[in-house]
């Protein structure tokens, strides 16, 4: 009995222990607090008033486990961190945001330093990074006051240093490195001829000396202050984004032995006024600081603040791809007779840019060419252009007139898709040509000579054709109401996507007919389709009879909502369905019906709709053509509401649809297609 007595009073004891299973304690030790559980010390937080906190791998025996994150420490006023011999290496993230941190003090068994371990440690100004050290990955990134950094022998080549401190001025290299070297506080290979890392913070000019024939991708990635650079004979390649931080550059030396520019290589943005070329290179050349290609002579980089008036030269055979972009000074440019083309996006958001002379051989503009160009407020397109792409003069808001020649075969009907800050847009162009269409789809006023009347393609049909609502707020219902007045007594309400058959127009208004009900609705938040035969699609209801009482319509889906009685045998148009409910106008009231108390119609045949406009409940979205009908198929283009697509086949939620040239797939419930009824209500099943 005594040995029993013994042994749970030992367990007792050894359950109190901190530790152990079930038992937790809690202690601070240098700086950060701990919880001692399960046998093991997890770092919970840190001492407010701690000035030095010290990392290590164990507290009083118990392990502080390796996949453990300290954030709490950002709050932390400790100014000092040290970390605790025997511990090899530190994992990403650990010690990152920790803005009064201003001093490391590092152990001799450090061998490996994680990604971003040290990032955004805003208060560090230099940094001797302990030898022993072989990996260092971003571990500093954005520590922005950070002003030099000491690397070890020991490091290794790594594909990112990330030291991108806004105020670097020096990188240094320990002696005995056999992979980095530091001249002039500017990192480069051990051999000299790779340039791996410029000071982010440094100002002025810089030239790369003789002998570089490399220059890594982040090389200048970061510095947003250097002025000029030369580059020496031997690079042959800039890569993709190199200078692309660089908003100070004012001008760039390219030498003869260069080969290779990638896409964004050069400064894009900021205040890069020239690209000089030396002589002799084979592929590239440069004309008043504009970079050219010497087998095509196409425009390569035209810098950003080249200046107010360009005369492109002739020869250039066309305008390519973004090359004037967002450019924020251009106002005047000249193109000359040897340019055909001009391609997607050449000019898109140039804001400041007024006037643009185009050739006559000018024959095709491509898509989004003058999107955005905001100042422009006039273009005379030649009489050999030949095709428009689509959005070419989106959101041109200083455009009034636009003349379109007789040789426009091919245009998007988005071409002229024209904002001009609620004045009207006048588009002069041949009846019934592709112009035409784009002034009626997007109801612009047209003529087809300046000097007469303007009017809109759509006040000119006067048979009866088709509406769609659309309305700005996808979330609010447009109006029905007795006359063609914003006073007028509302009749109904409509959502989106609902179609109506047009019996006439009077001014902005249309009169129209919604499953039965005769009323107005504004133009400016419709959109009509030019068919002359087909009447509206649309769904009826009706009430079951054999109910035991009244139906009920509720003023939302949810059975306690409030409601009023619908009688037995009443029909309803039905809107939408939203689960087991009904979106229902009964008598022009909207509610919601439960499925079980009606039948929709079940033999209604109706011939398919041999086109359709694309409602979109997002104004400013625009609707995918896919490839196949699944929304991870590839995109063949997109396209803005008031599209006008031609049907060619239902499938599911899907409706196969030709534009522009090209079939494809769109999602049925932004395309409002116009089909005919043949058939008559008849009970169904549902």
Same mark, same amino acid.
């Given at each position: 009995?005594r040995?029993t007595?013994?042994l749970l009073l030992?367990?007792?004891?050894?359950?109190?222990l901190?530790?152990i299973?079930?038992h937790?304690e809690?202690?601070?030790?240098?700086g950060?607090?701990?919880?001692i559980?399960?046998g093991?010390?997890?770092m919970?937080g840190?001492v407010p008033d701690?000035?030095?906190?010290v990392?290590?791998?164990?507290?009083?025996g118990?392990p502080v486990?390796v996949?453990?994150?300290?954030w709490q420490?950002?709050?932390?006023?400790?100014?000092?961190?040290?970390?605790?011999e025997?511990?090899?290496?530190?994992?990403d993230g650990?010690?990152?945001?920790?803005?009064?941190l201003?001093?490391?003090v590092?152990p001799?068994?450090?061998?490996r330093?994680?990604?971003?371990?040290?990032s955004s440690?805003s208060?560090?100004?230099?940094?001797?990074?302990?030898?022993?050290v072989?990996?260092v990955n971003?571990?500093?990134?954005?520590?922005?006051?950070?002003?030099?950094?000491?690397?070890?022998?020991?490091?290794?080549?790594?594909?990112?240093?990330?030291?991108t401190g806004?105020?670097?001025?020096?990188?240094n290299?320990?002696?005995?490195?056999?992979d980095?070297r530091?001249?002039?506080g500017?990192?480069?290979s051990?051999?000299?001829?790779?340039?791996?890392?410029?000071?982010s913070g440094r100002q002025g000019p810089?030239?790369? &000396?003789? *002998?570089?024939?490399e =220059?890594?991708?982040?090389? !200048?990635?970061? /510095?947003?202050? @250097? $002025?000029?650079l %030369?580059?020496?004979?031997?690079v042959?390649?800039?890569?993709s984004?190199?200078?692309?931080s660089?908003m100070?550059?004012?001008t760039?030396?390219l030498p003869?032995s260069?080969?290779?520019?990638e896409?964004?290589a050069?400064?894009?943005?900021?205040v890069l006024?020239r690209?000089?070329?030396?002589?002799?290179?084979?592929?590239?050349?440069s004309?008043d600081?504009?970079?050219f290609?010497?087998?095509?002579k196409?425009?390569?980089h035209?810098p950003p603040?080249?200046g107010t008036s360009y005369?492109v &030269?002739e *020869?250039?055979?066309? =305008?390519g791809?973004?090359? !004037?972009a967002? /450019?924020?000074m @251009? $106002?005047t440019? %000249?193109i000359p007779?040897?340019?055909?083309e001009i391609?997607?996006?050449?000019?898109?958001?140039?804001?400041?840019?007024r006037?643009?002379?185009l050739p006559?051989?000018?024959?095709k503009?491509g898509?989004?060419?003058?999107?955005?160009?905001?100042?422009?407020s006039?273009?005379?397109?030649?009489p050999g252009?030949l095709?428009?792409g689509?959005l070419a003069?989106?959101?041109?808001?200083?455009l009034?007139q636009?003349i379109?020649?007789?040789?426009?075969?091919?245009m998007?009907?988005t071409?002229?898709?024209?904002s001009s800050?609620?004045e009207?847009?006048?588009?002069?162009a041949r009846?019934d040509?592709?112009?035409y269409?784009?002034?009626?789809?997007?109801n612009?006023?047209w003529a087809?000579k300046?000097?007469?009347?303007?009017?809109r393609p759509?006040?000119?049909?006067?048979?009866?054709k088709?509406?769609?609502v659309?309305?700005?707020?996808?979330?609010?219902?447009?109006?029905?109401?007795?006359?063609?007045?914003?006073s007028a007594k509302?009749?109904s309400?409509?959502?989106?996507g609902?179609t109506a058959e047009?019996?006439?127009?009077?001014?902005?208004?249309?009169?129209?007919?919604?499953?039965?009900t005769?009323g107005?609705?504004?133009?400016?938040?419709t959109?009509?389709?030019?068919?002359?035969t087909?009447?509206?699609?649309?769904i009826w209801?009706?009430?079951?009879?054999?109910?035991a009482?009244?139906a009920?319509?509720?003023s939302q889906p949810?059975?306690s909502?409030?409601?009023?009685?619908?009688?037995?045998?009443t029909?309803?148009?039905?809107?939408d369905?939203?689960?087991?409910?009904?979106?229902?106008?009964?008598d022009g009231?909207?509610?919601?019906?439960?499925?079980?108390?009606a039948r929709?119609?079940?033999?209604?045949?109706w011939?398919?709709?041999d086109?359709?406009v694309?409602?979109?409940?997002n104004?400013?979205d625009?609707?995918?053509l896919r490839?196949?009908?699944?929304?991870r198929s590839?995109?063949?283009?997109r396209?803005f509401?008031?599209?006008q697509?031609?049907i060619l086949?239902?499938?599911n939620?899907?409706v196969?649809?030709r534009?522009?040239?090209?079939?494809g797939?769109m999602?049925s419930e932004y395309?409002?297609?116009?089909g005919?009824?043949?058939?008559?209500l008849e009970?169904?099943?549902?």
């Amino acid at each position: 009995m005594r040995k029993t007595w013994t042994l749970l009073l030992c367990l007792l004891c050894l359950a109190c222990l901190p530790g152990i299973a079930g038992h937790a304690e809690t202690l601070s030790v240098d700086g950060i607090k701990y919880l001692i559980e399960n046998g093991e010390a997890r770092m919970t937080g840190y001492v407010p008033d701690a000035e030095t906190v010290v990392y290590r791998r164990t507290v009083n025996g118990y392990p502080v486990p390796v996949e453990e994150y300290i954030w709490q420490l950002g709050q932390s006023s400790a100014k000092t961190l040290v970390i605790e011999e025997g511990i090899t290496e530190i994992p990403d993230g650990y010690f990152c945001n920790w803005e009064a941190l201003e001093t490391i003090v590092w152990p001799t068994t450090l061998t490996r330093l994680g990604q971003g371990t040290f990032s955004s440690c805003s208060a560090i100004r230099s940094v001797e990074i302990p030898e022993g050290v072989v990996s260092v990955n971003g571990t500093f990134s954005m520590c922005d006051k950070m002003e030099t950094v000491s690397l070890p022998a020991s490091l290794k080549t790594s594909d990112w240093l990330g030291f991108t401190g806004e105020s670097l001025q020096e990188i240094n290299v320990a002696a005995g490195s056999t992979d980095y070297r530091s001249v002039d506080g500017v990192l480069y290979s051990k051999d000299g001829k790779r340039l791996v890392l410029y000071p982010s913070g440094r100002q002025g000019p810089f030239t790369i &000396p003789a *002998g570089v024939t490399e =220059i890594t991708q982040s090389a !200048f990635g970061w /510095n947003s202050k @250097l $002025e000029a650079l %030369t580059i020496p004979e031997g690079v042959t390649s800039l890569e993709s984004t190199l200078l692309q931080s660089c908003m100070e550059m004012k001008t760039v030396n390219l030498p003869a032995s260069l080969t290779t520019i990638e896409d964004m290589a050069l400064p894009g943005y900021g205040v890069l006024s020239r690209i000089d070329m030396a002589d002799g290179n084979p592929k590239y050349y440069s004309v008043d600081g504009v970079l050219f290609d010497r087998r095509t002579k196409e425009i390569v980089h035209f810098p950003p603040a080249w200046g107010t008036s360009y005369d492109v &030269p002739e *020869g250039t055979p066309s =305008i390519g791809s973004e090359i !004037f972009a967002y /450019n924020r000074m @251009l $106002e005047t440019i %000249t193109i000359p007779r040897s340019v055909t083309e001009i391609a997607d996006g050449a000019f898109s958001g140039c804001g400041w840019l007024r006037s643009v002379a185009l050739p006559i051989t000018l024959e095709k503009i491509g898509s989004y060419a003058f999107s955005e160009c905001i100042a422009l407020s006039s273009i005379t397109l030649p009489p050999g252009l030949l095709s428009i792409g689509e959005l070419a003069f989106y959101y041109c808001t200083s455009l009034k007139q636009i003349i379109v020649p007789d040789s426009v075969t091919e245009m998007a009907s988005t071409a002229f898709t024209v904002s001009s800050n609620g004045e009207d847009v006048v588009l002069y162009a041949r009846k019934d040509s592709a112009a035409y269409r784009c002034a009626w789809i997007n109801n612009m006023l047209w003529a087809e000579k300046p000097g007469e009347t303007p009017v809109r393609p759509v006040d000119l049909e006067r048979a009866p054709k088709a509406a769609v609502v659309n309305n700005d707020d996808a979330n609010t219902n447009l109006n029905l109401r007795e006359d063609p007045s914003e006073s007028a007594k509302i009749i109904s309400q409509y959502p989106n996507g609902t179609t109506a058959e047009v019996l006439g127009s009077e001014g902005n208004w249309l009169k129209v007919r919604v499953g039965g009900t005769e009323g107005y609705m504004t133009k400016n938040r419709t959109v009509e389709t030019d068919s002359l035969t087909h009447a509206v699609r649309v769904i009826w209801g009706r009430v079951k009879d054999d109910l035991a009482g009244p139906a009920l319509l509720y003023s939302q889906p949810l059975d306690s909502a409030p409601s009023v009685s619908i009688a037995k045998g009443t029909t309803f148009f039905v809107l939408d369905t939203y689960g087991v409910w009904y979106k229902a106008e009964v008598d022009g009231q909207i509610g919601y019906i439960l499925s079980q108390q009606a039948r929709v119609a079940g033999n209604i045949s109706w011939e398919m709709p041999d086109y359709g406009v694309i409602v979109n409940p997002n104004q400013r979205d625009r609707l995918h053509l896919r490839e196949s009908p699944s929304t991870r198929s590839t995109s063949l283009g997109r396209y803005f509401n008031g599209t006008q697509v031609e049907i060619l086949e239902w499938v599911n939620e899907w409706v196969r649809v030709r534009v522009d040239g090209k079939e494809g797939y769109m999602l049925s419930e932004y395309v409002a297609g116009i089909g005919k009824w043949e058939g008559t209500l008849e009970p169904g099943n549902g």
